[in-house]
């Protein structure tokens, strides 16, 4: 339970408070909630939903990331997923489109786990070749078209409501509560956690660190692929080219933002999602605020530097060592 | 030696040192004086203060209270390049040099010979050359230092510091990683150095060693000054108790008592076992309620039986049975599986995960065993963990520490404590008092009988062979990956073992000189 809302989620949770509050500034409005046609609208709203894509795919990554590993591929099993979705929606059931997106989401997963369990390959050059080859796969699939669909159920899926609640934020939401259920309510989570620390020691002591590895990208690839129904699905619409473009690096920092250490073991799901959101706050923010696109870059750089150094053990030290200096001055 | 140390001038003298974290007083008033030309051992438990005291004379912690001389002249290094320029040199144990870069450019990082801006490789080639032929060392200087055995990298570590003009150098527990025969090699170099007017200060966990190199032996307990020596007039018993402060009796304690043993029931056995390149084929029976020991020198083939018999590594030839059925050992889960249990040498890379608390590195092996779909409820963690941690003394006591911040000794207690939980019917123990404190060794060696006394097999391997002979029922001893002799009874004892050994080393050591 403690990994689930650890008590070291208060930068992150500050972090959140003064980019809101910052927000709240820009845009006098922007807490602002109303019902309409039985659905909340709002900037919060439009942060938790525009979020969803990246929050799905943190849950994935930092699973992947836990291990000691990285997936560069997500934005491109996006890219594949969205297509098919594209693709079949017009001619299928919801669940046929569902199930051969997630499969194919599955399928790429099974492939990278395959070249890092299997083949010991790095993480970093296994996954770059789906990246570069998926973007390829996904432009075969829409056979270099943007494929537009109308079928009600899909849109649904990225546009319509429950209880007043955009169905991605839902999905989104259920996902963690998923992925939380059985990463945390079986042992997987304790296992992951001494894989990334050293699995050299976890092999030895009977863990299947490879079975670990393996199951975290399949887990990463369903993720990616749910996100790429979900995109499409908003857009009503598959871009091969763009669809998921650059969401890995997003995905990758809202990990981090999160806290858990590139280097591996200790991994928190809850504070992966609030790294995702605290991008799309800012983005929204910007957005908001009237100010260029370009500066959305910078000030995203200028935020993730604070975040990191609010964790740095090193400055907490420097800060542990100026506060005791006023004690004994005092 | 030309300088007898009571002659000689004190090089380096640390007076009344006092150092502090936070509220933890390491280093209380310590005095510390290193004359030119001896060795001189620096003794104490884990956490006496050693390192805290090499660490403040060389700048890495800044210093409470206390002054450092050199040659007489005050010196405050506030780095450890401060300090090497100053002409203090540090070798740690984990040599800091860069493996991928060659021996050379090792030697001369940061002080390549240059011409033109140009680095001249050749020469910097030559005086590598040169540097090291007078370590007595012929190598290929140009092959990356990570090809090279920790003894040569260790001797290069050395080579640069002293070519940096040091006139003290600090090797702390240099000789942790090296077999016999590079230790050998090492003291050598040590003795020539403190010829030519180095004092070194030598860090060690091995009191042979100790006795065998220094010329003086400074104690260190809990951060205080214990006592100066002379080594040659200072009785190993005597050394112990200034040590740990306390009569060390268990280390040396009988094992006669359990030792008239009927025949046992068979717990494993393996029949011509083994693997074409790693370890010739072996008989080798365990029994419930004993304790065999592996005895040989480094390289020998221990650790590598050891690995088959857990299932780390795949025989490729023989037949294991566990309880007399026919098993396969492919993997370590396989091991597990079967209720073995195998605590390896290097601790922190095959053993601990570090940043893991107490609790979750005990109930690893348990849970793995279990299975995915039958975890451990917190509560069941918490009670196995605070059961063991009170169980073994494993301090401090508290379950929720990251056992990366624990002692050696309390790692491996941590690691015992690990296989002890999945209630295993075997348990190999590679090298299970290498770097643990005086005071953790005797309680481990106590522990090896307890759990032999409850009907465990207990594979054991150690260098140690006093120790071997303290715990085993039986001794196989190995050299040159085979298994080459089984002593049992009253037949173990440190003599027999080492005519096992020993019996073609004039031929092996001829081999290693040329």
Not at chain 1, 1 to 28: E, F, N, Y
Not at chain 1, 137 to 153: C, H, K, N, Y
């Amino acid at each position: 339970m403690t990994a689930l809302l650890p008590r070291r989620g208060l930068a992150q949770i500050l972090a959140l408070i003064v980019i809101l509050a910052v927000d709240r500034v820009v845009s006098p409005q922007f807490f602002d909630l109303r019902l309409q046609d039985g659905r909340l609208f709002g900037s919060l709203i439009d942060v938790l939903n525009r979020g969803t894509p990246v929050a799905l795919l943190s849950l994935g990554m930092v699973l992947v990331i836990a291990t000691r590993g990285i997936d560069l591929s997500v934005g491109a099993v996006m890219a594949i997923s969205g297509a098919i979705a594209a693709s079949l929606a017009d001619n299928h059931s919801l669940a046929v489109v569902l199930a051969a997106a997630l499969g194919a989401g599955l399928i790429c997963g099974l492939w990278n786990g395959f070249l890092v369990a299997v083949l010991g390959m790095q993480p970093i050059v296994a996954t770059l070749i789906l990246m570069v080859a998926g973007r390829g796969i996904a432009q075969l699939i829409t056979e270099g078209r943007i494929v537009t669909f109308s079928s009600p159920d899909l849109v649904w899926l990225g546009n319509g409501s429950i209880l007043g609640v955009p169905v991605p934020v839902a999905i989104a939401l259920g996902m963690l509560m998923l992925t939380g259920a059985v990463v945390r309510g079986s042992a997987l989570g304790l296992l992951i956690e001494a894989t990334g620390g050293n699995a050299r020691a976890s092999e030895l002591a009977g863990v299947g660190t490879r079975a670990m590895i393996l199951a975290v990208y399949v887990w990463c690839g369903v993720c990616a692929a749910l996100a790429g129904v979900i995109a499409a699905a908003d857009i009503m619409g598959a871009d091969a080219n763009n669809a998921g473009l650059w969401l890995e690096l997003d995905a990758i920092l809202a990990v981090v933002i999160g806290g858990t250490s590139l280097f591996g073991g200790r991994f928190s799901l809850v504070l992966a999602v609030l790294g995702a959101l605290i991008i799309q706050t800012m983005n929204t923010g910007i957005l908001l605020s009237g100010y260029p696109p370009e500066f959305n870059l910078l000030v995203k750089a200028m935020v993730v530097l604070a975040v990191l150094l609010l964790q740095s053990p090193k400055l907490s030290g420097f800060a542990g060592i100026v506060t005791r200096l006023r004690g004994t001055k005092a | 030696m030309e300088n007898s140390p009571d002659s000689a001038a004190s090089l380096l003298e640390a007076r009344g040192i006092s150092k502090s974290f936070g509220a933890v007083r390491a280093l209380q008033q310590v005095d510390f004086t290193l004359r030119a030309g001896e060795i001189h051992a620096l003794l104490g438990e884990n956490g006496a203060g050693k390192s805290t005291l090499i660490k403040v004379i060389t700048g890495v912690f800044p210093r409470d209270a206390g002054i450092v001389r050199l040659g007489g002249e005050e010196v405050a290094p506030r780095s450890a390049k401060a300090a090497l320029q100053a002409g203090i040199a540090t070798v740690y144990q984990e040599v800091n040099l860069l493996p991928n870069l060659s021996v050379a450019q090792n030697l001369f990082l940061d002080r390549q010979p240059m011409r033109f801006g140009m680095v001249r490789e050749g020469e910097m080639r030559r005086r590598a050359k040169a540097l090291l032929a007078d370590f007595g060392l012929d190598i290929d200087v140009s092959a990356p230092l990570g090809n090279y055995s920790v003894a040569i990298q260790h001797v290069t570590a050395i080579a640069r510091a002293v070519d940096l003009s040091a006139r003290v150098l600090i090797l702390d527990e240099p000789t942790a990683s090296l077999d016999r025969h590079e230790v050998e090699i090492l003291f050598r170099i040590m003795r020539q150095l403190a010829k030519r007017g180095i004092g070194i200060v030598f860090v060690s966990h091995f009191l042979d060693q100790v006795y065998e190199i220094s010329d003086r032996i400074t104690v260190l307990r809990n951060g205080r000054l214990v006592g100066e020596r002379e080594t040659a007039s200072l009785l190993r018993l005597e050394l112990i108790r200034m040590m740990l402060g306390r009569e060390l009796a268990e280390t040396t304690s009988a094992r006669a008592a359990t030792r008239e043993h009927q025949a046992r029931e068979v717990c494993a056995s393996f029949e011509s076992y083994g693997k074409s390149g790693y370890v010739a084929p072996f008989n080798l029976e365990l029994r419930h309620g004993e304790v065999v020991g592996l005895a040989g020198l480094l390289g020998s083939g221990r650790t590598e039986t050891a690995r088959l018999v857990f299932g780390a590594e795949r025989a490729d030839r023989g037949q294991a049975r566990v309880e007399g059925a026919p098993v396969r050992l492919h993997s370590p889960r396989d091991g597990v599986r079967h209720g073995f249990g195998y605590c390896p040498e290097e601790r922190k890379t095959d053993g601990i995960v570090a940043e893991l608390t107490v609790r979750e590195n005990i109930v690893l092996a348990l849970q793995a065993k279990r299975g995915l779909h039958r975890p451990l409820s917190r509560r069941e963690q918490d009670e196995i963990a605070s059961r063991y941690v009170k169980m073994l003394d494993i301090r401090p006591p508290d379950p929720e520490r990251p056992v990366g911040l624990l002692s050696g000794g309390n790692q491996q207690k941590v690691l015992l404590a690990r296989w002890l939980a999945t209630s295993p019917r075997l348990l190999v123990l590679d090298e299970p008092t290498r770097g643990i404190d005086v005071g953790a060794h005797a309680e481990i060696i106590r522990l090896i009988r307890e759990l032999c006394d409850d009907g465990l097999a207990l594979l054991v391997i150690s260098s140690e062979l006093d120790e071997i002979v303290t715990y085993s029922d039986r001794v196989v001893v190995l050299r040159d990956r085979a298994h080459v002799e089984e002593l049992a009874g009253e037949a173990i004892d440190v003599g027999n073992i080492l005519a096992a050994i020993a019996v073609d080393s004039v031929a092996v050591a001829l081999e290693a000189h040329t």
